[in-house]
């Protein structure tokens, strides 16, 4: 048991409290620096490249968290976990009993898989999160014959792509695959590549124009503590995991939900999935794809306020409703009022982000400069790989927020390319660009400035003309 003095303390070895440790370090080298991790090993972030000025891709690296104290000589770890927070006397509480007394604080303890409901009744329910928890899927996998996957976002999709010679049922509650990330049309983009897996490289591109109104129907187009969430390149661990002559079939079930499961001992699958239109699914194992929740898994003598979804509510600095309490990442709930094109999504990208932020307003706290937030939060950027193509997300991608007075641009090309632009008044409001379309820098100059395009709609997305020289 000890006592640490610490001007700032960070708790949590993920992409979030490594980048606000990092950042402090370099901020304010002569101050102390205390980082409470539960895990030996920490995430940080290396080979950052920048698309353009808010689009960022980097990989996500494991380090030995000592390494980091070998290149901060300020810093100093515990490893432990937090258990209390007395915001009082600012000293916060580890599990061990050390007791750590901070000037300013920054929470980035995360998320944890929030599984279905019935998840309690068997181990043969998983959820993603970590390192261990794919160790856990692997071995299910290795044995596994049928396996059912619930969820329609990123982990559900990449589990989809990534995994061969088991029967995959996806069960998913919209009527398209992969929702969080893509449209509909998207998702039939994907699907046809499914489908021609022996590419026909010269299809014929379709451009279409279609502009919804009021009346327009939208249809057409379109616990425990263990290591930190995993990086983007997790699901390469599952190839390859068994003979790719086993069965393979996925099937993909739509609009529906998962009424109850069962184990059960006398029936050839162990797992019995009920299925909210009565259809009954045996399987070897379920992984229940279905989101994060923010992890506040310790206690306070005062109760910071929290978002809708449990995340400790934080404003554009990133401090929650306590002074001198911070918070970044998974764990915290963006309650500032957004700038037009940006919104919160659980990414690693806005981990990193936020976490810069509030290790910049905490510096400026102690050291009484004024800060203004980060230029990135004026526009939703995401970039990954989704089935095999790159996926860059931008702004109101899938017209969040536009009601039905939008229109969109699209250009497709089957096995190459889907390009789709959201246009509202003549102005871009977001963009989904799959493949290599080299138009992320154009679409982020395009939404960022509000630039009226209603001239150029017709040919904004003909291949046949360079847009670029519109704008020279
Ligand atoms: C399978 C998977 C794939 C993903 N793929 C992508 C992707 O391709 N692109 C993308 O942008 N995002 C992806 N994400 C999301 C991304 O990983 C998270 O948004 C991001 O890692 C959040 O970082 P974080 O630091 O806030 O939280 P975490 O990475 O969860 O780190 C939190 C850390 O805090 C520790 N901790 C928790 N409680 C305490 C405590 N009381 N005391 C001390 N330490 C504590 C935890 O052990 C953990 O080390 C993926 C997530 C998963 C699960
Ligand atoms: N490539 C990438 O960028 C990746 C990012 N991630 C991130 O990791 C985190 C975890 O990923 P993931 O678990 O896929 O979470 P996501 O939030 O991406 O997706 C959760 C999905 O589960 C659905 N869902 C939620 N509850 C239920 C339920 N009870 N029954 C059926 N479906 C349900 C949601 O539907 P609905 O929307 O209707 O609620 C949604 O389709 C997320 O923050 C995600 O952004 C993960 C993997 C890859």
């Known amino acids: 048991m000890s006592e640490i ?85 600012q000293i916060a509480y580890t599990h061990a009993g050390d007791k750590i007394k901070y000037k300013v604080m920054c929470i980035c303890t995360g998320g944890i898989p929030r599984l279905i409901r019935d998840s309690h ?29 619930v969820g329609n976002g990123g982990i559900a999709s990449e589990i989809v792509h990534a995994t061969s010679g088991i029967q995959k049922i996806w069960v998913i509650r919209d009527d398209y695959i992969s929702a969080t990330f893509i449209d509909p049309g998207a998702a039939e983009f994907f699907q046809n590549t499914f489908k021609n897996k022996e590419v026909q490289p010269e299809q014929k591109t379709v451009l279409r124009r279609h502009i919804f109104s009021e009346e327009d129907q939208v ?37 529906v939900e998962i009424n109850s499961v069962e184990e059960t001992s006398d029936k050839e699958y ?9 259809r009954t699914i045996e399987c070897d ?40 309490v911070y918070a970044a990442g998974d764990v915290a709930h963006a ?3 957004h700038a037009p094109h940006w919104f919160q ?34 526009l939703f950027t995401h970039c990954t790989t989704l089935f095999g193509y790159q996926v860059i997300l931008l702004g109101k991608y899938n017209a969040q927020g536009l009601g039905r007075d939008y229109e969109i641009l699209l250009r497709m090309t089957p096995n190459k390319e889907y390009i789709k632009l959201v246009l509202q008044n003549g102005k871009l409001q ?37 847009i670029d020289d519109y704008f020279d």
């Open 5 to 89: 003095e610490a001007t700032y303390l960070v708790v949590g070895g993920g992409i979030a409290g490594v980048t606000c440790v990092e950042t402090l370090a370099i901020l304010h080298p002569e101050e102390t620096l205390v980082l409470i991790t539960a895990s030996s090993l920490v995430k940080n972030v290396s080979n950052v490249s920048f698309f353009a000025k808010t689009i960022v891709k980097f990989d996500v690296n494991e380090t030995e968290a000592s390494s980091l104290m070998r290149i901060h000589p300020n810093l100093k770890i515990v490893f432990d976990s937090l258990k209390h927070v007395d915001t009082k006397t």
């Open 121 to 149: 009744k068997s181990k043969r329910i998983l959820g993603i999160r970590d390192t261990e928890s794919v160790k856990e899927f692997q071995e299910k996998l290795r044995m596994g014959r049928r396996m059912v996957v």
């Open 219 to 255: 249809v057409s187009l379109n616990k425990d503590l263990k290591s930190a969430a995993l990086g983007p390149d997790w699901y390469r661990k599952l190839e390859g995991i068994k003979d790719d002559k086993g069965v393979q079939e996925l099937e993909t079930i739509y609009k």
């Open 270 to 278: 162990p797992l019995q999935v009920l299925l909210s239109n009565g």
């Open 285 to 324: 194992f379920l992984v229940s794809a279905t989101g994060v929740e923010p992890a506040v898994n310790f206690s306070w003598d005062k109760e910071p306020l929290k978002g809708p979804d449990g995340g400790l509510a934080v404003n554009e600095f990133q401090e929650t409703s306590i002074e001198n």
């Open 335 to 337: 309650a500032w009022d």
């Open 345 to 378: 999504l659980r990414l690693w990208t806005q981990a990193r982000q936020m976490a810069g932020m509030a290790a910049k307003a905490m510096h400026g706290k102690i050291s009484n400069e004024e800060v203004l937030q980060d230029f990135c939060f004026e």
């Open 430 to 466: 977001g963009a989904i660009l799959i493949g290599e379309t080299d138009l992320e820098e154009m679409c982020e100059n395009l939404i960022l400035d509000q630039l009226d395009l209603t001239p150029l709609a017709d040919h904004i997305l003909d291949p046949d003309i360079d």
